[in-house]
């Protein structure tokens, strides 16, 4: 797990009680900023683990199938497309269609993207974008703001914005960390969310929940992964299951406070600075 990433601690918990249920004790194993995919593995190996449970794992497929051949492996939140171990994920396309939608609906068509970064789950999450855009008629206005996971990068993408001509009125972050980072700068700017610009994130982490930032987010269902990928990691170790299989969860937009109606005008954020509908669930929060 990413010790930054409040998501990943959601997750854990639940595969912490996961486990117990079914008898098993959980061994955790993290990344820093100095200790790498690679290393954290290794250090489960050498507790000789009986299964691996990844989170969001960057490292190749090629490597996945390796560590499998040695040790059961669940891979958690990541699309492989040629599963040879298990997965179980969200189907991030309808996520990010969910999200779009919602602003479109609420008035928005000149929305922008900030960009997760490398890795497969950026870039489902950035293709998703892109499609919807193009589904709603509104491909003329797509817009990727370079970026990652992290709320730096969500500050830095919202100074970008706030720098251009033509700023969007509503934004949509490829991860909550980036979300955050990116309504911290406008609250340090003095531009109010969501009467100047619109915030969606991805996730529905803790952070997302807390009163002072209540996020407009897509819930990926920590719960349910936790409990899916627990199961599919005991199914090979007390039935033997050889085959591999990928669980996909439909997620759902969870509407907090971050998202309204467009401004009349973009310049009023400016001021402040000197189409297809998606299969999925829709929750309001509070």
């Known amino acids: ?23 098993y004790d ?11 995919e690679r290393r954290a593995v290794e250090t489960l190996l050498d507790f000789r683990c009986e ?12 490597r996945l199938v390796e560590l499998n051949k040695a040790i059961p492996v669940v891979c958690v939140g990541r699309r492989l497309t040629s599963p040879a171990v298990d997965v179980v994920r ?69 100074a970008l914005l706030l720098e ?32 100047s610009v619109s915030l969606v994130g991805y996730d529905d982490s803790p952070s997302s929940r807390l009163a002072h930032v209540n996020l407009t987010t897509v819930s990926q269902d920590a719960h349910a992964q936790a409990q899916h990928a627990v199961a599919l990691a005991v199914e090979r170790l007390d039935d033997g299951r050889t085959t591999p299989r990928e669980v996909v969860l439909t997620p759902a937009l969870i509407i907090r406070g971050t998202t309204g109606s467009p401004p009349a005008t973009a310049a009023r954020m400016r001021d402040h600075s000197g189409g297809s509908r998606m299969a999925g669930s829709v929750v309001r929060d509070g």
């Open 26 to 36: 959980l061994v955790l194993s993290t990344l820093t900023r100095s200790r790498d």
């Open 90 to 158: 969200t189907a991030d396309d309808i996520g990010v269609a969910q999200a779009l939608e919602h602003l479109v609906q609420l008035g928005h068509r000149d929305i922008a993207f900030v960009d997760g970064g490398r890795g497969t789950i950026a870039a489902d999450r950035r293709r998703g974008y892109t499609t919807a855009m193009r589904r709603q008629g509104l491909g003329d206005h797509v817009r990727v703001i370079p970026g990652d996971h992290t709320e730096a990068a969500g500050s830095a993408a919202a």
């Open 1 to 23: 797990m990413d010790v930054h990433n409040t998501y990943h601690a959601d997750l854990v918990e639940n595969i912490h009680d996961a486990a117990e249920d079914r008898g």
């Open 164 to 195: 251009l001509g033509t700023p969007p009125s509503a934004v949509m972050a490829s991860n909550d960390r980036a979300a955050v980072g990116f309504l911290a700068a406008m609250s340090r700017a003095g531009i109010p969310v969501p009467e």
């Open 51 to 62: 299964a691996l449970i990844l989170l969001g794992p960057e490292v190749s497929s090629a």
